[in-house]
């Protein structure tokens, strides 16, 4: 006997919206119960062809063939279609599962809803799985007060309790994997980021002066052809990099023919423009890390940006436009909390104009003064370690299973 207790019994269940932003944090949470946690963990989702792009390559000799009974292994994540109302596994939770967590707000299978709704007794096979709904981040105040409460369903008495990630200790915290640090550190001299990008598939960065290094990655957005057209008239050379999607899309309507990955890079003034393959999520973060300037959206890439250290324009999930400018103002709150006010007014500004408010031909060259000066990368660089002394979302949620487990 080794003295360690067995291993946490959890499944994960999420409802694809955003392809890769709900489908990527899922990932991530999945793989860290795993890997950080010895967790055993299977993840329960309604889109797997949506999931599958964001798993690394498999090693030649195993393939990742659907198994009916027990469905997919990726990194020790067992992966299973959303399931029926008969499935096995999940028509009974109470022997098989100690932890249940549903993922933004998502409804349960209709079997397990049932299973949590019985009191717990003998006859029954003891007490209910703990339910836990991690819900979407987000910098608004009322998060606080709503994190880790509980709510009984009227329909059926079911328990779910609320976990909400977030930018302050009242909150889950974001996700944070352990090996983060040595990852980044790996990248710390410009040498080591320029092939990093390379291998990426980036064109080299012998542009004349030193060009600044640009990701895009968004949603559809009309003001990106506003966008390109500021890079473009950028008083240095810019490099963009743009993985598969929207955006290398965008790219081609700007510049009449659609990108080439195997043709070189689109010019147009200053901007040198690259559409790059499909990034897996460790490959996404890299890029982050070695670029000067990310834009990001929704969720997943949104954490990620934080991590990279550099600065980032966020682009909240497309909702209507009352509630997109609160997410979206709460967290430039707290990014420019103490800035020069020059500094937040251009973040303030840039944001808004690349949602539509504002005109982005006027907010970018503001804005990139200040972004790429040492004095604007050292304020984000403040930002992320002031979220570093934080415990990661993954810690504090299984400290707060621990608590519900024994009250």
């Not at 797997?48 to 020790?76: C, F, I, Q, T």
């Not at 994540?77 to 028509?91: F, G, I």
């Not at 200053?270 to 460790?282: G, K, N």
Request: charged residues 25%; hydrophobic residues 40%.
């Amino acid at each position: 006997m080794n003295g360690r207790s067995p291993p946490l019994r959890i499944a994960l269940y999420c409802r694809v919206v955003d392809n890769v932003g709900d489908a990527g944090v899922c990932w991530r949470l999945a793989r860290q119960l795993v890997a950080e946690h010895r967790c055993e963990v299977t993840l329960y989702v309604d889109r797997l062809d949506v999931m599958r792009p964001l798993w690394p390559p498999p090693p030649s000799s195993r393939s990742r063939a659907a198994d009916p009974v027990n469905g997919l292994e990726v990194e020790g994540v067992r992966v299973r279609p959303w399931p029926a109302d008969d499935d096995p596994p999940t028509a009974d939770p109470r022997r098989s599962v100690d932890v249940l967590l549903s993922t933004f707000g998502c409804d349960l299978p209709d079997a397990v809803r049932r299973a949590l709704a019985v009191p717990s007794d003998a006859t029954t096979g003891g007490r209910p799985p703990l339910w836990i709904n991690v819900e979407h981040l987000s910098a608004e105040d009322w998060v606080e007060s709503a994190h880790r409460r509980p709510s009984v369903k009227p329909a059926d008495g079911a328990v779910e309790h609320y976990f909400f990630p977030g930018f302050t200790a009242a909150t889950g915290g974001l996700l944070r994997e352990a090996d983060l640090p040595a990852r980044q550190a790996a990248l710390a001299a410009p040498a080591a980021r320029e092939a990093r990008l390379r291998a990426l598939g980036a064109p080299p960065g012998g542009m004349g002066a030193a060009p600044v290094t640009v990701s895009l990655f968004c949603y559809p957005v009309d003001t990106v052809l506003d966008l390109l057209d500021g890079l473009a008239a950028h008083s240095r050379p810019v490099r963009l990099l743009v993985p598969e999607g929207i955006a290398s899309d965008a790219l081609g309507r700007y510049f009449g023919r659609p990108p080439n990955r195997d043709g070189g890079p689109l010019t147009r003034g200053a901007l040198q423009a690259t559409a790059l393959r499909w990034l897996d999520q460790r490959s996404y973060d890299d890029l982050l890390h070695a670029c000067d300037l990310n834009f990001v959206r929704g969720e997943d890439s949104w954490i990620r940006a934080h991590w990279a250290g550099r600065p980032f324009v966020w682009q909240p999930y497309p909702q209507d436009d009352a509630t997109r400018r609160i997410k979206l103002d709460a967290w430039l709150a707290r990014l420019t909390a103490g800035w020069p006010a020059e500094a937040a007014d251009a973040t303030r500004a840039l944001h808004h104009a690349w949602i539509g408010d504002g005109r982005l031909g006027d907010a970018w060259p503001r804005f990139a003064r200040w972004a790429f000066s040492a004095r604007g990368a050292a304020c984000w660089q403040a930002f992320q370690m002031s979220l570093r002394r934080q415990p990661d979302l993954v810690s504090q949620l299984l400290e707060f299973t621990g608590v519900l487990a024994s009250g």
